[in-house]
């Protein structure tokens, strides 16, 4: 092939394939008529050296036998089996460009074999060839194809449409890695095919409760964006708590203080009585308004009726509802629970107070660490002098000595002054004194009544009164020649105390000196022994005196009188039945 001849363009290319047309239509029409004119210049196919077989077949001219050849093919695709021709029978390029024409002899032994139908064959054939002529670049080789690029810049054909370019290795090497990614490619779906056909041979059977059209929720997890809060909401939120904490405590207060008074009880009940001025309805209605509704004339004479069988009651008016009364709530509180404070030991409030201490430190430590606070200076004593200050404490010993001692001096003064800061004054230790002995009676008061002999020793009587107003206790010393009592009220703490006093450390027997002498010489009348009784103890809902009395009665029955102006007429009574019992079996 000529290297500088020029291609053929596409409309010689069709000129070529009409004037074969015309040819083929030429001898086809000779071949009816029955003469074949020889082809100018056709050589015997003896002539040129080639078996008449081999160089055009007759009966149908069919394509030279072609020998398969194994030739590997664009990297990763594989070995593939392509036809190639011999090598005696590759056209050349002139003669893939000019229709090869049947002989005189192949054209007249067609009618023998097939006739019209093996020229239609070879007409094909001829068309076939001319196709791949376009698509060959077999005249010009070595010459590229001229670019044709749009105004976008891409690669076009001769049509104008956008050609796909595929960029292929040149190189041994990235052939062989083109050919490892293509054969990994290749595992990998053959991998993944597997495993789909396992899957759905393992997949169970289908459910008929199962709709395909409702899309399954993905397994994998979606990340979330971000979702910022306007500004100002949380110090809004906080203000709120606040008001509602401020609230809850204000309420708190003030139901302790109603609480106290009494006032709730109070308030409940003038909202429960009626207001002066308001005129209440107490007449007697002639028809009760749930009698009314079954009771057609809404008179009584209907049930008469009834009974003499002339009228009835409206039975169509009675139903099966029932109508409930409207809930009262009660006028005072309901019970709460009780919760018992939990009491440490001593060994569990020491472990509490070093815990507290530690966790101080520790937040301290954190603080000089973040230099929010700073670092105290180092606590130097005469015993640790020369280990804290090393060489400086060489340098000048009698100038480091004064430094250390008047720091020491300040350590003892800040101590002092902290301790006589949190020490109370007079009058705030007598208050904290009274606060601790008066108790809160809010909830009930305790009493002891307590039986004695003779009050009539005045050591005896000073003891009662002084310990009772010291305890801050309410109550009464009821005194008379043959039964004296002692009603104490006040809390559970002072009556502990009290009660001790009366009952173990006061010695009842002990008289005047100035009557003992007296009584010395006289020893026919025996002696009563004084002693002091508890008699009952128990709870009151409030006490019943304003403060400690001593009442000296010269009779029974003004001494009842004086109690009973009280309302605790009961407790001589009980002292005295009580008193009359241990008489008789002393007695006995």
Not at 94 to 120: E, K, S, W, Y
Not at 241 to 269: C, D, G
Not at 390 to 417: C, F, L, N, S, Y
Request: proline share 7%; with cysteine.
């Amino acid at each position: 092939m000529e290297p500088n001849k020029p291609r053929p363009a596409v409309q010689d290319i069709k000129a070529m394939m009409e004037q074969a047309k015309r040819q083929i239509e030429e001898r086809m029409r000779m071949v009816r008529q029955g003469a074949v004119p020889p082809a100018a210049g056709a050589v015997p196919p003896t002539a040129a050296g080639v078996p008449p077989r081999a160089a055009m077949p007759p009966a149908g001219f069919p394509p030279v036998p072609l020998q398969p050849v194994v030739r590997p093919t664009l990297p990763g695709a594989g070995l593939v089996s392509r036809p190639l021709l011999p090598t005696a029978q590759i056209p050349s390029a002139a003669a893939a460009v000019r229709p090869v024409l049947p002989t005189t002899a192949a054209v007249a032994a067609a009618p023998a074999a097939g006739g019209i139908q093996d020229i239609a064959s070879f007409s094909a054939s001829i068309q076939a060839r001319l196709a791949n002529l376009k698509r060959k670049d077999g005249d010009q080789p070595d010459k590229p194809m001229p670019l044709l690029l749009d105004e976008e810049g891409r690669v076009v054909d001769a049509t104008g449409k956008v050609v796909k370019m595929q960029l292929r290795a040149e190189l041994k090497a990235n052939q062989r890695v083109d050919l490892v990614g293509a054969l990994a490619n290749k595992a990998h779906v053959l991998e993944k095919a597997a495993r789909e056909e396992a899957a759905a041979a393992a997949a169970p059977a289908v459910d008929p409760a199962f709709d395909e059209r409702i899309a399954a929720r993905s397994g994998e997890r979606t990340r979330r964006g971000f979702r910022f809060h306007e500004k100002g909401r949380f110090q809004s939120l906080a203000e709120k708590q606040r008001l509602k904490e401020r609230m809850a405590l204000l309420e708190a207060e003030i139901a302790a203080a109603t609480k106290n008074t009494n006032l709730s009880s109070i308030v409940k009940v003038a909202l429960a009585v009626p207001k002066k001025g308001v005129e209440l309805d107490t007449s007697v209605p002639d028809v009760e308004w749930w009698d009314a509704a079954i009771l057609p004339s809404r008179s009584y004479d209907d049930l008469d009726k009834m009974v003499e069988g002339s009228g009835g009651i409206a039975l169509r008016n009675i139903t099966q509802l029932v109508e409930h009364p409207i809930p009262i709530e009660p006028l005072s509180d309901p019970n709460k629970p009780v919760v018992l404070p939990v009491m440490l030991t001593k060994k569990e409030r020491k472990k509490m107070r070093a815990q507290r201490r530690k966790a101080e430190e520790k937040e301290k430590m954190e603080k000089i660490r973040l230099n929010l606070i700073p670092a105290p200076a180092p606590k130097v004593k005469m015993s640790n002098l020369m280990r804290v200050l090393g060489m400086e404490a060489v340098q000048d010993p009698t100038q480091i000595e004064a430094v250390v001692k008047a720091q020491m001096a300040a350590r003892q003064k800040q101590h002092e002054d902290a301790n006589s800061k949190r020490k109370l004054s007079k009058e705030e230790r007598r208050e904290k004194k009274i606060a601790k002995l008066k108790e809160d009676l809010s909830e009930g008061a305790r009493v002891c009544l307590f039986r004695v002999g003779s009050l009539k020793n005045a050591q005896h009587k000073y003891k009662v009164n002084v310990n009772a107003n010291e305890l801050y206790l309410t109550g009464a010393a009821v005194m008379h020649d043959d039964l004296s009592i002692i009603i104490a009220e006040g809390g559970p703490r002072a009556m502990k105390h009290y009660k001790n006093l009366l009952l173990r450390r006061i010695k009842w027997n002990v008289e005047d000196e100035e009557k003992a002498e007296k009584e010395d010489g006289d020893d026919s009348e025996p002696k009563k022994e004084n002693k002091c009784e508890l008699v009952w103890e128990g709870l009151v809902k409030k006490p019943a005196f304003q403060h400690f009395e001593m009442k000296h009665c010269r009779t029974e029955a003004y001494a009842r009188e004086y109690l009973n102006q009280k309302n605790v007429a009961h407790y001589w009574d009980l002292a005295l039945s009580e008193a009359v019992v241990a008489y008789d079996s002393d007695k006995d």
